[in-house]
């Protein structure tokens, strides 16, 4: 009976010190609360942009997708379709173009791989993200 007894708690030992929560994935350990992510693409090469009015710009020479109502796709650590948005009108700052954007109720993930248009991805640590409170930027043209 007795070892039987120690056995059971030795492996509780075991149990107990072998699950951290260094171990977990951020999902799991910081939060399952979802978010909303906010970001800025940012064309800062003159020459990529175009002036199309009314204190508006956009992309040119190749970067054309970059644009007003250019989809914003988040993906997760598994390449899982998480959220998604649209890129809002490009204002521009100086010589640069400016498009922003909200992705809302975004669950925790590892990992978020950003793609814009069709113009490659950034993939972001989750403590990145939280760090920087759920704001991203991506520069293009630097």
Known sequence: MHRMLAVVILALVVVACGSSDDEKSPATATTTQRQNLSGAVVI??????????????????????????????????????????????????????????VVRDL???????????????????????AENRWKVEMTIGA
């Open 44 to 101: 800062v090469d003159p020459d990529l942009t175009t002036a199309v009015g009314n204190g508006r710009c956009t992309g040119s020479a190749g970067y054309e997708p970059v644009s007003e109502g250019a989809e914003v796709v988040i993906r997760d650590e598994s390449s899982r379709v998480i959220g998604n948005s649209l890129l809002g009108e490009g204002r521009p700052s100086g010589e640069a173009c400016i498009f922003l954007f």
């Open 107 to 129: 669950p925790a993930a590892r990992f978020y791989s950003i793609s814009i248009a069709d113009r490659g991805t950034v993939t972001y640590p989750y403590e990145e993200v």
